[in-house]
């Protein structure tokens, strides 16, 4: 697959590469559906492809005998694999989609390479698992210092910005398991918020309606982690695919 213009791309690193090292990343990218429920990487397995991701959600959870938490949400923004890039073969995290979308892929054979000749390309992804390093990081110390609205609250903004939507296909279920949170507390907690007029809830279907007040909601983990992926360097992500998606429309 060879990108005809990075204006037709939605991920955030592949759209802010240099075109001569767009050029030739596309020669070895292949896209892939994402379908919901497919696990991409499974923990202690040989990583064969990367994943970078167009739209959809992916859950980084790490697995346990009996529980299983989330440890951070990979969107348009992000890469899945990319924690591997620095070395190391096996995944230490379960990679799974939560919401359907799209990606393209990469063999690890042929981006290692890549990323030894061409700086930016090493710069960019590098860049990258630097902030989502601290997302897992601080998803850890999260989990352990602060309270269930503020925690939720923190995951609906995070998920939001990994999707670049305001309607989230997600279900309490899912909330409970991912966070390790009881099923009727994260119930009692949205329902708290859509009296507020912060979200409201469908069948299966969150939507946020005030952004602004759920993110005060957050806890101070939320601007951390969402400032980390818009570290200054060569280019920033958010600014970088922000110019280049109105550049779509």
């Excluded at 951070?72 to 694999?81: K, M, S």
């Excluded at 999260?142 to 997600?170: F, I, K, M, Q, T």
């Amino acid at each position: 697959m060879r990108p005809k213009s990075r204006f037709s791309l939605k991920n955030a690193i592949l759209a802010s590469l240099p075109l001569q090292d767009l050029a030739a990343i596309g020669r070895f990218l292949e896209p892939i559906a994402l379908r919901e429920g497919v696990v991409l990487h499974e923990p202690k397995r040989h990583l064969d492809y990367i994943y970078f991701i167009e739209s959809g959600l992916i859950s980084l959870r790490i697995v346990g005998v009996e529980n299983v938490l989330e440890t951070a949400v990979i969107g348009h923004r992000g890469v899945v694999g990319a924690l591997l890039l620095e070395g190391g073969h096996l995944s230490a995290h379960q990679s799974l989609v939560i919401f359907p979308g799209s990606a393209h892929r990469i063999r690890v054979e042929d981006l290692r390479p890549l990323m030894d000749e061409r700086s930016e390309i090493r710069e960019h992804l590098s860049r990258y698992v630097q902030a989502l390093t601290f997302h897992c990081a601080h998803s850890g110390l999260c989990g352990v210092r602060h309270d269930r609205e503020r925690r939720l609250a923190c995951w609906l903004c995070l998920a939001s910005d990994a999707v670049d939507a305001n309607v989230l296909p997600v279900t309490h279920d899912y909330l409970s398991s991912a966070l390790g949170l009881r099923r009727a507390g994260v119930t009692q907690t949205l329902a708290r918020f859509e009296e507020q007029g912060l979200i409201r809830k469908m069948r299966g279907v969150l939507q946020i309606d005030e952004r602004k007040c759920l993110e005060q909601r957050a806890c101070s983990c939320y601007s951390l982690i969402s400032d980390a992926y818009a570290l200054p360097g060569p280019s920033t992500f958010r600014k970088e695919h922000h110019s280049k998606t109105a550049a779509v429309v």
